[in-house]
């Protein structure tokens, strides 16, 4: 069963309120304790009315947060009072009654764009509640106009409708429109009609409860999804999960998530998880942002779908131009893919295309580093550093050179920084030396290397290897797949040292989580060297079925918007305090060998022997005990190794984030022992 519907009205004096009193009746007449809620009242007493009637024994405030005295638009009547208007004061007062009754009616005050405050309307409401709509609207002429226009709009609005209630709210004479509209609405909408109230002359419990068979209470009630054992049952059967062991899934309990709301995400089981990784690191305004969803709705009205091989859409038109405007200088082009591993895979390609279309064809081979990831298609495996993930595919790789990462905690020199005068990167030197006319490119996760355990590299490692590639002309790559779109304080990790790469790789959070798209940025020096005519073999054979679809497009733009609109990024910076002072706590633990953060990004890396830097064995799977313990707290993690990872949206809040830091600390503690 459901536990709560909202009722708004195609209009004012509908008969939302009639309806109100109308279910609660049926569904209190079926045993089942009802909750009734009128957020914002303006002049009148429905509020009233209704407890009254209903012999509610709520407090007023809950049944009412908000009783303006005047009867004009809530906007204009918080104006006249000098009072404002805070959603927090519903969202308490709903709680409040969530846990006095199994079922909750919310009525709105007229349709969906009745303005509440500036830029906020009863459709932002509903969709803050997250409540299922039913609609409600008069018989006569204008309802079947009235209904569509309204379940468009919700849908818009990414709500969703539940169905139409119809009311005869006039004891005049029923004519044509009257007689035949409930027909004509019920072929054309796609969500049931619910019913048809008739007009009471005196609208009492003793007359609601004669229409009972005339109200589709079933579907009101009837919450559509599959059980839980029956989505795990489901996946269990059918679904092979990416970097899982597939014998210890079908053996464990796991969370299926159905549902997501900020930071939160609710699964099967009815309880909501702070979402500690961002949903692996790509959700950056929170989950079911309005603008986004929007944007999305918005481009689906106009084309879901256009290819750009040998055509152009407008939505990665204006993204390309807002992409060039916000990355580093010099980057020009941009080449559309769909995911991370695409967009490193395509930078490759580039980089060695490059330079056999300047008539160098010794320059074939790449340089990374020890410990790096750039993601799991062939290209982009040959030039990672993960034995873990990478060593069963090695007949399948490419050549590529690999150098040391600046991982200071187990520095393979056993020196410190800065007295270690970069060490690790002398033997980078002497590669661009010796090899220098072979080599086409460098590509590396800049200042924060993610998948290897949030290495974070100290200052100046970025700033030297881009002087390095410009003394010995090699490309530069950077993959700013993780690092990108705030993650490090910065919107582009390169940011921090000022360093302009020659092609940069960008994905996961550049639709703050929302539809796949990639982009491999280049300079116009790399793209100018692909000009020709065909004859000239110059051009770049690569490409996607769905390289720049407009739907991932548009929430990429928005996402943008967002970031401008909120200041995302200078409210960022008093939480970035805030969690390096809470990650100091964290250095008492025994276990805790190592604590890296840059911005957003922190890995906690768990040790056997602190003082020896001794790791966990694999086989412990200390990491994932500590993430089972956190989850027992409604906080979802996933650890790489015995590293622990937070990584939360942007807009986490403070005390959110306090308490992911609270839980995570004592979750370690009591797995690995004080």
Same mark, same amino acid.
């Given at each position: 069963?459901?536990?709560?519907?909202?009722?708004?009205?195609?209009?004012?004096?509908?008969?939302?309120?009639?309806?109100?009193?109308?279910?609660?009746?049926?569904?209190?007449?079926?045993?089942?304790?009802?909750?009734?809620?009128?957020?914002?009242?303006?002049?009148?007493?429905?509020?009233?009315?209704?407890?009254?009637?209903?012999?509610?024994?709520?407090?007023?405030?809950?049944?009412?947060?908000?009783?303006?005295?005047?009867?004009?638009?809530?906007?204009?009547?918080?104006?006249?009072?000098?009072?404002?208007?805070?959603?927090?004061?519903?969202?308490?007062?709903?709680?409040?009654?969530?846990?006095?009754?199994?079922?909750?009616?919310?009525?709105?005050?007229?349709?969906?764009?009745?303005?509440?405050?500036?830029?906020?309307?009863?459709?932002?409401?509903?969709?803050?509640?997250?409540?299922?709509?039913?609609?409600?609207?008069?018989?006569?002429?204008?309802?079947?106009?009235?209904?569509?226009?309204?379940?468009?709009?919700?849908?818009?609005?990414?709500?969703?409708?539940?169905?139409?209630?119809?009311?005869?709210?006039?004891?005049?004479?029923?004519?044509?429109?009257?007689?035949?509209?409930?027909?004509?609405?019920?072929?054309?909408?796609?969500?049931?009609?619910?019913?048809?109230?008739?007009?009471?002359?005196?609208?009492?419990?003793?007359?609601?409860?004669?229409?009972?068979?005339?109200?589709?209470?079933?579907?009101?009630?009837?919450?559509?999804?599959?059980?839980?054992?029956?989505?795990?049952?489901?996946?269990?059967?059918?679904?092979?999960?990416?970097?899982?062991?597939?014998?210890?899934?079908?053996?464990?309990?796991?969370?299926?998530?159905?549902?997501?709301?900020?930071?939160?995400?609710?699964?099967?089981?009815?309880?909501?998880?702070?979402?500690?990784?961002?949903?692996?690191?790509?959700?950056?305004?929170?989950?079911?942002?309005?603008?986004?969803?929007?944007?999305?709705?918005?481009?689906?009205?106009?084309?879901?779908?256009?290819?750009?091989?040998?055509?152009?859409?407008?939505?990665?038109?204006?993204?390309?131009?807002?992409?060039?405007?916000?990355?580093?200088?010099?980057?020009?082009?941009?080449?559309?893919?769909?995911?991370?591993?695409?967009?490193?895979?395509?930078?490759?390609?580039?980089?060695?295309?490059?330079?056999?279309?300047?008539?160098?064809?010794?320059?074939?081979?790449?340089?990374?580093?020890?410990?790096?990831?750039?993601?799991?298609?062939?290209?982009?495996?040959?030039?990672?550093?993960?034995?873990?993930?990478?060593?069963?595919?090695?007949?399948?790789?490419?050549?590529?050179?690999?150098?040391?990462?600046?991982?200071?905690?187990?520095?393979?020199?056993?020196?410190?920084?800065?007295?270690?005068?970069?060490?690790?990167?002398?033997?980078?030197?002497?590669?661009?030396?010796?090899?220098?006319?072979?080599?086409?490119?460098?590509?590396?996760?800049?200042?924060?290397?993610?998948?290897?355990?949030?290495?974070?590299?100290?200052?100046?490692?970025?700033?030297?290897?881009?002087?390095?590639?410009?003394?010995?002309?090699?490309?530069?790559?950077?993959?700013?797949?993780?690092? !990108?779109?705030?993650? #490090? +304080?910065?919107?582009? %990790?390169?940011?921090?040292?000022?360093? @302009?790469? =020659? /092609?940069?790789?960008?994905?996961?959070?550049?639709?703050?989580?929302?539809?796949?798209?990639?982009?491999?940025?280049?300079?116009?020096?790399?793209?100018?060297?692909?000009?020709?005519?065909?004859?000239?073999?110059?051009?770049?054979?690569? !490409?996607?079925?769905? #390289? +720049?679809?407009?739907? %991932?497009?548009?929430?990429?733009?928005? @996402?943008? =918007? /967002?970031?401008?609109?909120?200041?995302?990024?200078?409210?960022?910076?008093?939480?970035?305090?805030?969690?390096?002072?809470?990650?100091?706590?964290?250095?008492?633990?025994?276990?805790?060998?190592?604590?890296?953060?840059?911005?957003?990004?922190?890995?906690?890396?768990?040790?056997?022997?602190?003082?020896?830097?001794?790791?966990?064995?694999?086989?412990?799977?200390?990491?994932?005990?500590?993430?089972?313990?956190?989850?027992?707290?409604?906080?979802?993690?996933?650890?790489?190794?015995?590293?622990?990872?937070?990584?939360?949206?942007?807009?986490?809040?403070?005390?959110?984030?306090?308490?992911?830091?609270?839980?995570?600390?004592?979750?370690?503690?009591?797995?690995?022992?004080?």
């Amino acid at each position: 069963m459901r536990k709560a519907i909202f009722l708004t009205g195609t209009d004012t004096e509908v008969g939302k309120t009639l309806a109100t009193f109308t279910l609660a009746t049926l569904l209190k007449a079926k045993g089942i304790d009802v909750g009734i809620m009128k957020p914002i009242q303006c002049g009148g007493n429905d509020a009233s009315f209704l407890k009254k009637k209903l012999n509610l024994k709520d407090p007023q405030d809950l049944i009412n947060p908000f009783y303006l005295k005047n009867p004009v638009v809530p906007s204009l009547a918080f104006s006249l009072e000098a009072r404002k208007f805070d959603k927090d004061k519903i969202s308490d007062a709903f709680s409040q009654l969530e846990k006095r009754h199994e079922f909750i009616i919310v009525e709105g005050a007229g349709g969906l764009f009745v303005p509440i405050a500036r830029d906020y309307y009863m459709v932002d409401l509903i969709y803050d509640m997250n409540l299922p709509l039913i609609i409600v609207s008069r018989l006569g002429l204008g309802t079947i106009n009235h209904t569509l226009l309204t379940l468009s709009q919700a849908r818009k609005s990414a709500i969703d409708v539940l169905g139409v209630i119809l009311n005869r709210n006039s004891k005049s004479r029923i004519g044509l429109a009257e007689r035949t509209n409930p027909k004509v609405v019920k072929d054309l909408i796609d969500v049931p009609l619910l019913g048809v109230l008739p007009y009471f002359s005196k609208i009492d419990k003793k007359n609601i409860l004669k229409i009972k068979d005339e109200i589709n209470i079933r579907d009101i009630l009837k919450d559509k999804k599959l059980s839980r054992a029956s989505y795990l049952q489901i996946d269990k059967k059918y679904l092979w999960h990416p970097f899982t062991q597939m014998e210890d899934w079908q053996k464990q309990e796991q969370l299926i998530i159905e549902e997501a709301k900020g930071c939160y995400l609710k699964a099967t089981d009815g309880k909501w998880y702070l979402d500690g990784v961002s949903s692996l690191w790509v959700n950056i305004h929170g989950h079911r942002k309005k603008e986004i969803d929007e944007a999305i709705q918005g481009q689906l009205e106009r084309v879901a779908h256009s290819t750009l091989l040998g055509l152009g859409n407008i939505p990665s038109i204006e993204l390309a131009q807002r992409l060039v405007k916000i990355t580093p200088r010099g980057l020009e082009k941009v080449f559309y893919s769909d995911n991370g591993s695409t967009a490193v895979e395509i930078a490759l390609k580039i980089a060695y295309q490059y330079w056999h279309n300047k008539g160098r064809l010794k320059r074939n081979t790449f340089i990374h580093l020890r410990n790096s990831y750039h993601g799991d298609t062939i290209g982009s495996v040959s030039v990672g550093g993960i034995d873990l993930f990478h060593k069963t595919y090695k007949p399948l790789l490419f050549n590529a050179i690999r150098i040391e990462s600046p991982y200071c905690y187990r520095c393979r020199f056993k020196l410190n920084y800065p007295e270690c005068n970069l060490a690790c990167l002398e033997k980078l030197e002497d590669i661009l030396k010796k090899r220098g006319d072979s080599i086409a490119g460098l590509i590396t996760e800049p200042i924060v290397q993610a998948a290897a355990g949030i290495i974070v590299w100290p200052a100046g490692i970025l700033r030297h290897i881009r002087k390095l590639c410009d003394k010995y002309n090699v490309l530069l790559i950077v993959d700013e797949v993780a690092t !990108g779109f705030g993650r #490090t +304080g910065q919107m582009f %990790a390169s940011r921090h040292e000022k360093v @302009n790469p =020659d /092609i940069m790789c960008l994905a996961k959070s550049i639709t703050a989580g929302y539809l796949p798209i990639a982009a491999t940025l280049t300079t116009g020096e790399v793209y100018n060297a692909f000009l020709g005519d065909s004859a000239a073999g110059k051009t770049f054979f690569h !490409g996607h079925t769905y #390289t +720049g679809n407009p739907l %991932a497009a548009a929430a990429a733009i928005a @996402n943008l =918007d /967002i970031f401008l609109k909120e200041r995302t990024l200078k409210k960022l910076k008093p939480k970035i305090a805030l969690l390096r002072q809470g990650l100091r706590a964290f250095s008492s633990l025994k276990h805790v060998g190592d604590i890296r953060q840059k911005g957003f990004m922190v890995g906690i890396e768990l040790v056997k022997n602190k003082k020896r830097k001794t790791p966990y064995a694999w086989e412990e799977r200390i990491g994932v005990k500590v993430c089972q313990r956190v989850r027992k707290q409604g906080i979802i993690l996933r650890p790489l190794g015995n590293v622990i990872v937070l990584m939360p949206p942007l807009v986490i809040t403070a005390k959110q984030l306090k308490y992911l830091l609270e839980v995570t600390f004592k979750a370690i503690e009591e797995v690995t022992g004080v």
